[in-house]
């Protein structure tokens, strides 16, 4: 198969991955309302942050030692069978039973995302040439946030029609789709020999997280600053969670209904024009200033809501917060692929991706807690001040924020020697 046919089949596949996650992002939390007892939606999305934080911590080292688009391919089906669980929900004859299918269906859903996301990454920094890989990737994010884009306006459109569960449904047909596409491609790794242990070891080594992400740090201390990137993600995954839950409260509570929309919109469309400025951004420098705002944009946003000032500040950091962390992404994920020998791609990208979701779940139960004792602009100005204080801590310094990751960076080889 010619390299160029490979990369269209790969990205027509994350195409339709893109847009059944768009029209889900805007649709599961309204579906799962419309069938569960209010106090039941949190379990649910609960469970589906609890099976990425599991899957992540193992995920990545499987992809380092199996078959990766065989994985992608199991992975795409155990999805979409398990969104067809949550919608089988809506027919259950029972309330009991109709949570049971919406948390199982979740569980399913998070435990297949964190085996498929570090598989697909590592396959794509194995397939494309290290000089063209940052490219590559800027084009990938411009496909994919327009796939997210199309599937949010679908599954808006969806949900208009009071029609929450055929987008579900449509976003389990995307996912056969892209398991069907990826069907014969290679992959020319030679697997490590696999090593046989005991039932019981086995067992331990599913269960101690702690043990699989103290792991996941050790393989990314390759690169100085990785682990302390990584800590951010871990820490301010708790952050977004809450702002997620407090911030749309404030917003309905302080501005009127357009200025909440134009809040909400924009930032989608400065992902998708931050993917084109990496992509054409060729000597990028200062990707740490870029990659420090795009983690604290929203923060600074969250604080100017709680004040009250003129929605238009709180857009402008928000949005160009978003922007920001579009441009910079493609480049730390081309780094990594190129810093990063084979063996442990699945391993870093694993990490890298499942820091931002590690927490979820702690994040949301905290927002509840919160709420009890404080009102949701309190508790706004809490998160704000949390995430800036952890991006500031960890982040701001001479080294990263000058940070420079073109097509010349500093790799790491297989030895571990800087080159």
């Known amino acids: 198969m010619s390299p160029r046919w490979l990369v269209v089949r790969l990205r027509i596949s994350g195409a339709m991955s893109a847009l059944g996650n768009g029209m889900t992002g805007v649709a599961v939390t309204v579906y799962l309302a419309t069938v569960l007892p209010a106090q039941w939606v949190g379990v649910a999305l609960t469970a589906l942050s609890l099976g990425m934080l599991f899957s992540f911590a193992h995920g990545g080292h499987y992809a380092d030692t199996h078959g990766r688009v065989r994985i992608m391919i199991v992975a795409d089906l155990v999805r979409a069978a398990a969104t067809l669980t949550v919608v089988a929900a809506a027919l259950a004859p029972t309330v009991a039973t109709a949570v049971l299918l919406a948390v199982v269906g979740c569980l399913a859903n998070g435990l297949a995302v964190g085996y498929y996301r570090p598989s697909l990454a590592a396959y794509w920094s194995s397939v494309v040439p290290a000089d063209a890989l940052a490219d590559t990737l800027a084009e990938n994010s411009i ?52 090593t046989d242990r005991s039932a019981g070891a086995q067992i331990v080594n599913l269960v101690r997280l702690d043990r699989q992400w103290a792991g996941l740090f050790t393989v990314a201390a390759r690169v100085g600053w990785m682990p302390r990137l990584l800590a951010v993600g871990i820490a301010m995954s708790v952050v977004t969670a809450l702002h997620n839950v407090v911030m749309p409260i404030v917003l309905t509570q302080r501005y009127t209904p357009a200025a909440v929309g134009v809040f909400l919109t924009l930032p989608v469309w400065a992902l ?16 740490g200033v870029l990659d420090w705002w795009g983690k604290t944009g929203s923060s600074v946003s969250g604080l100017f809501l709680a004040a009250g000032v003129p929605i238009g500040v709180s857009v402008a950091c928000n949005t160009s917060g978003s922007l920001a962390q579009a441009t910079a992404d493609p480049k730390i994920s081309a780094f990594v692929g190129r810093a990063y020998p084979e063996s442990e791609r699945g391993q870093i990208f694993a990490a890298q991706m499942g820091a931002s979701s590690s927490l979820g779940a702690v994040g949301m139960l905290l927002a509840s807690l919160l709420m009890t004792v404080a009102t949701p602009t309190h508790a706004l100005v809490i998160a704000s001040a949390a995430g800036i204080g952890i991006t500031a801590v960890l982040l701001v310094s001479k080294a990263y924020l000058r940070l420079a990751l073109d097509g010349r960076s500093t790799a790491v080889t297989e030895a571990g020697v800087s080159t």
């Open 272 to 287: 998708l024009a931050g993917s084109v400025a990496s992509r054409f951004w060729r000597r990028a420098k200062y990707i």
């Open 143 to 194: 496909i994919n946030r327009i796939g997210l884009a199309a599937g949010a306006g679908l599954g808006g459109a969806f949900i208009a029609m009071s029609q929450p569960a055929i987008v579900l449904a449509i976003d389990a047909g995307t996912f056969v789709v892209s398991a069907v596409i990826v069907i014969g491609l290679r992959d020319a790794r030679e697997l490590p020999a696999r």
